[in-house]
């Protein structure tokens, strides 16, 4: 399991440039790149599934973690809501400045 830390623009940014590299492989050489990763668009397809399955899980864990919270003002659903959607804005954001 790997342990992240809520990420800035810089590390959006690093993201982003660590995919572009990898995605224009396909640009320079497909048939290389589908040799090694599979079709385009079957990756593509599992690119964003695995994208929404992730979106589940943080909606799931959001609300196992509120569920019986109790240390916290509002019992962890607004600290959490509210510190989960702080993370998503910034990621909005960062999608709108890209």
Do not use: C
């Not at 589940?56 to 109790?70: D, F, I, P, R, V």
Request: hydrophobic residues 35%; negative net charge; glycine residues 4%.
């Amino acid at each position: 399991m790997t342990t992240r830390t809520i990420m800035d623009a810089s590390t959006l940014k690093q993201l982003l440039e660590k995919y572009n590299q990898f995605y224009s492989g396909y640009n320079q050489n497909p048939d290389a790149w589908e040799a090694e990763n599979g079709a385009w668009l079957e990756y593509e397809h599992l690119e964003k599934a695995k994208m929404l399955e992730e979106m589940g899980q943080l909606m799931s864990l959001l609300h196992q973690k509120t569920a019986n919270e109790t240390n916290l003002a509002t019992n962890g659903d607004l600290e959490y809501y509210s510190t989960v959607r702080e993370v998503l804005q910034d990621l909005r954001q960062f999608l709108e400045n890209s």
